[in-house]
């Protein structure tokens, strides 16, 4: 199997399996809220005691069950005009429980349990573009490959990019056709590439932006996104495909083990992972079904892109 077709594959199970998990998640949490909205069947009259708190202008609400003990608890409403300060507020809770959680009576107020559902169609909407973009990408692949080729010769070139928390590499080519003209086409790498002489023969299949190269032993190089007039903008290019970092310009001792080459999917995932934790704690409140709600988001968002970005080793 193809380094290309591997990435490939990881990147839709990245996807999948972490909005897998997200939408189980709040798919139980809804459950769960449901069935016990269900057992609510004893009704009661309380007090909004606050009205507007945090942006969607929840209520809290005094009310009473029928033992005679006094709950404070927030609500979340539709109809912020209608529950202001002082207003009743009608509640439905479980008379056989010990310590009943209430539920807005009314049944078109259902802005708890649709927090809950809402995002697992936003999340399908955000997850099914991440997973259809590898068979789109390797749609145009085939296509653009079935065309006939020409020769041309190449140099590889690795470009880095200064992200705000790492600098990212990608792997390009800088093709020189026989009638003198120079294009750049960056791709996803390869490990033919690194046994690369400076002059590299290829064959270049497609027309317009469109292309495909091959290598001589017919290897055919997935292109990403257009073949370009000018070099790309905001990256340094190096002549050469292989890491540029500074440990290779030591000799390690035999038997020392060298990093692996997704250890860099560690640092993705672990940067979604405190960016959903944050916007948890910011945006929900410390609660537990928004808070791994939102890390769960991020996590996986930051890991398809990562793997979307074609990460070179």
Same mark, same amino acid.
């Given at each position: 199997?193809?380094?290309?077709?591997?990435?490939?594959?990881?990147?839709?199970? !990245?996807?999948?399996?972490?909005?897998?998990?997200?939408a $189980?998640?709040?798919?139980?949490r809804?459950?769960a809220?449901?069935?016990?909205?269900? /057992?609510a069947t004893?009704?009661?009259?309380?007090?909004?005691?606050?009205?507007?708190?945090?942006?969607?202008?929840? !209520?809290?609400?005094?009310?009473?069950? $029928?033992?005679?003990?006094? #709950?404070?608890q927030r609500?979340?409403?539709?109809?912020t005009?209608?529950?202001?300060?002082?207003?009743?507020? &009608? !509640?439905?809770?479980?008379?056989a429980?010990?310590?009943?959680q209430?539920?807005?009576?009314?049944?078109?107020?259902?802005?708890?349990?649709?927090d809950?559902?809402?995002?697992?169609?936003?999340?399908a909407?955000?997850?099914?573009?991440?997973?259809?973009?590898? &068979?789109?990408?390797?749609?145009r692949?085939r296509?653009?490959?079935?065309?006939? @080729?020409r020769?041309?010769?190449?140099?590889?070139r690795? @470009?880095?990019?200064?992200?705000?928390w790492?600098?990212?590499?990608? *792997?390009?080519?800088e093709?020189?056709?026989?009638?003198?003209?120079?294009?750049?086409?960056?791709?996803?790498?390869?490990?033919?590439? #690194?046994?690369?002489?400076?002059?590299?023969?290829?064959?270049v299949h497609?027309?317009?932006?469109r292309?495909?190269?091959?290598l001589?032993?017919?290897? /055919?190089?997935?292109p990403?996104?257009?073949? /370009?007039? #000018?070099p790309? %903008? $905001?990256a340094?290019?190096?002549d050469?495909a292989?890491? *540029?970092?500074?440990?290779?310009?030591?000799?390690l001792?035999?038997g020392?083990?060298?990093?692996?080459?997704?250890?860099e999917?560690?640092?993705a *995932?672990? +940067?979604?992972?405190?960016?959903? +934790?944050?916007?948890?704690?910011?945006?929900?409140?410390p609660?537990l079904t928004?808070? +791994?709600? %939102?890390?769960?988001?991020?996590?996986?968002l930051?890991?398809?892109?990562?793997?979307l970005?074609?990460?070179?080793?």
């Amino acid at each position: 199997m193809s380094t290309p077709l591997r990435t490939a594959l990881l990147g839709i199970a !990245v996807t999948l399996a972490g909005y897998a998990l997200f939408a $189980g998640w709040l798919g139980l949490r809804a459950d769960a809220y449901v069935d016990a909205r269900d /057992r609510a069947t004893a009704r009661t009259t309380g007090v909004v005691v606050e009205d507007g708190i945090g942006d969607d202008l929840d !209520v809290r609400v005094r009310w009473t069950d $029928g033992t005679g003990r006094t #709950h404070v608890q927030r609500f979340g409403v539709y109809d912020t005009g209608r529950y202001a300060e002082g207003e009743d507020f &009608p !509640v439905a809770y479980d008379p056989a429980a010990g310590d009943p959680q209430g539920f807005p009576a009314d049944p078109q107020e259902t802005a708890e349990e649709d927090d809950l559902i809402v995002p697992v169609f936003l999340g399908a909407a955000v997850a099914v573009p991440l997973t259809l973009v590898w &068979p789109w990408r390797g749609l145009r692949f085939r296509l653009a490959a079935r065309r006939p @080729g020409r020769p041309t010769t190449a140099r590889v070139r690795t @470009g880095t990019r200064r992200a705000a928390w790492r600098a990212s590499r990608g *792997t390009w080519l800088e093709l020189t056709y026989p009638e003198g003209r120079t294009r750049w086409q960056r791709i996803m790498w390869h490990p033919a590439l #690194h046994e690369a002489p400076a002059e590299l023969p290829l064959t270049v299949h497609g027309t317009g932006r469109r292309t495909v190269a091959a290598l001589p032993d017919g290897t /055919r190089l997935v292109p990403l996104g257009r073949l /370009r007039d #000018h070099p790309p %903008s $905001g990256a340094v290019l190096d002549d050469d495909a292989m890491r *540029t970092d500074l440990r290779d310009a030591f000799v390690l001792p035999p038997g020392t083990a060298a990093a692996p080459p997704w250890h860099e999917a560690a640092s993705a *995932t672990g +940067l979604g992972t405190l960016l959903g +934790l944050v916007l948890g704690l910011v945006m929900t409140g410390p609660t537990l079904t928004g808070t +791994l709600s %939102s890390v769960l988001a991020c996590a996986t968002l930051t890991g398809s892109v990562w793997l979307l970005s074609a990460p070179q080793p």
